[in-house]
C-alpha cells in the first residue's frame, strides 16, 4: 500500500479508502459485525488506514462497528465521517447543513464512534437553504475545539466549493481539503467542472462509486460478453455502459488481473489525488478488491479505456479547446506554446 498526502493538508492517507457503508445490515444488504470485522481487519493488515463513514450509514450501525474495530489503535487510523444527513424523522433541524444540525449530528457520530475526535469531517451533501459562511464558521469552530482535525465536502457544485474556499482563505478560516464525487469510467461527469477545480485548488478527490455499483465488474456479462440485461434509463445498464465494461474485461484478460483491478487502476492513472473508496461485504471481497495495487496498464490500455468511455464536456469546455478558438486566441501558435498547467 502506498500513502499520499490528502489534499493540501500533511495527512498521510493510504492509497485506497475503506468506505464502510455496507457495515451493517439494516438496510436490506450488507455485513453483520463479526463479517464487518473480517473486512476491516483484512484492510488494515493490507496497509490500509484510510476509513469513510457516516452518521447514517445503516442507520448508525456503521459507526457503532467501527468504533469497536478501532479500539486501541486510534492513532493509526484516519476516520473520516459526515454530517447533514437526519438520524429524527420529522424533525425539520435534525438533517441540513446548517449549524445545530452539525453540532448535534457531530456529538452523535463521536458517541458511536467511541472517539473523541475525527480526523475528516465531511458536509455530506449540499442543502441550498444554508449559507456558505455559516457552514464555514461552525466547521471552523469544531476544529479550533479539537473535535475535527481537517473538513471536506462532498456532493456539491463546484462553484459553491470555490467560493467556500475562497472566503476560508480570506477569513483564516479551516479550508476543505477534499471533496467526495462519485466517479468511474462510467460515470465521468466529474470531470467537467468538480475535478479541475480540485486540481486547481490543491483538493484531494475521495471517488465513491469507482465500479458503478459492481456494474465494471462484468457481473453483467454472459461468458460470451453479452448483457444479462439492460435497464431503461440506467447509466449503469445501458448500451454504452455495456461496450465500457467489456473493454476492461478484455484489458483484465490481457494483464491476467480481474476487471475490478482495471477499473481501479484506470482511475490511479487520472491523477495523484484521486482516493477510490472501495467496499466489501465479505472478506473475500476486500481482498480481491486490494490486489488493485499491484496492477499497472499500459498506456495503450489506457487510451482504449479513455476512448470507450469518453464524454462531451460542453460549454464552455468543448467551445474553448475547438480549433477555431485556438486559432483566434493563440494566432497559429497554440501546437509552440508548452502549457505546464495543462498537465
Known amino acids: ?16 479508502c475503506l468506505g ?18 473480517k473486512v476491516f481487519k483484512a484492510f488494515i493488515d493490507n496497509g490500509g488506514n484510510f476509513i469513510d463513514t457516516a452518521n447514517r450509514y445503516t442507520e448508525g450501525t456503521s459507526e457503532k462497528y467501527l468504533g469497536k474495530f478501532i479500539s486501541g489503535m486510534r492513532n493509526s487510523i484516519v476516520l473520516a465521517t459526515k454530517y447533514t444527513l437526519y438520524t429524527e424523522r420529522g424533525n425539520p433541524n435534525d438533517g441540513g447543513n446548517h449549524k445545530k444540525n452539525m453540532i448535534q449530528s457531530l456529538e452523535g457520530s463521536l458517541k458511536r464512534l467511541n472517539t473523541d475526535y475525527v ?12 449559507s456558505v459562511e455559516e457552514v464555514l464558521r461552525g466547521l471552523d469552530d469544531l476544529v479550533r475545539a479539537g473535535k475535527v482535525l481537517y473538513i471536506a465536502i462532498s456532493d456539491t457544485p463546484a462553484w459553491i466549493i470555490s467560493k467556500a474556499n475562497t472566503i476560508a482563505d480570506f477569513r483564516g478560516w479551516s479550508p476543505f481539503i477534499a471533496v467526495q464525487l462519485e466517479y468511474s469510467l462510467i460515470t ?15 483538493l484531494a478527490v475521495t ?56 477499473a481501479l ?15 466489501a461485504r465479505t472478506e473475500k471481497q476486500i481482498i480481491d478488491t486490494l490486489g488493485a495495487i499491484n496492477i499497472t496498464i499500459s498506456a495503450e490500455q489506457m487510451n482504449r479505456l479513455n476512448e470507450v468511455s469518453k464524454i462531451e464536456y460542453g460549454f464552455p469546455n468543448d ?25
Open 20 to 37: 464502510a457503508m455496507s457495515m451493517g445490515e439494516e438496510w436490506g444488504y450488507g455485513a453483520d459485525e463479526v463479517e464487518s470485522g
Open 188 to 202: 465521468r461527469d466529474a470531470e467537467r467542472e468538480l475535478i479541475p477545480m480540485a486540481k486547481a485548488l490543491d
Open 265 to 279: 487502476a484506470w482511475q490511479y492513472g487520472q491523477s495523484q489525488q484521486i482516493f477510490p473508496i472501495v467496499g
Open 119 to 130: 480526523d475528516v469531517l465531511y458536509l455530506h451533501a449540499w442543502d441550498f437553504t444554508t
Open 207 to 262: 471517488a465513491w462509486g469507482p465500479l458503478a455499483g459492481g456494474a465494471l465488474t462484468g457481473k453483467y456479462l454472459n461468458d460470451d460478453g453479452t448483457p444479462k440485461r439492460l435497464k431503461e434509463g440506467s447509466k449503469r445498464l445501458n448500451e454504452k455502459s455495456i461496450a465500457i465494461t467489456k473493454e476492461v474485461v478484455a484489458i483484465a484478460n490481457e494483464i491476467g488481473c480481474t476487471a475490478t483491478h482495471v
Open 319 to 343: 467551445f474553448l479547446t475547438g480549433d477555431i478558438v485556438k486559432n483566434v486566441v493563440y494566432g497559429g501558435m497554440y501546437e509552440h506554446i508548452e502549457n505546464h498547467r495543462l498537465k
Open 1 to 16: 500500500m502506498k500513502y499520499k498526502l490528502l489534499g493540501r493538508s500533511g495527512l498521510r492517507v493510504s492509497q485506497l
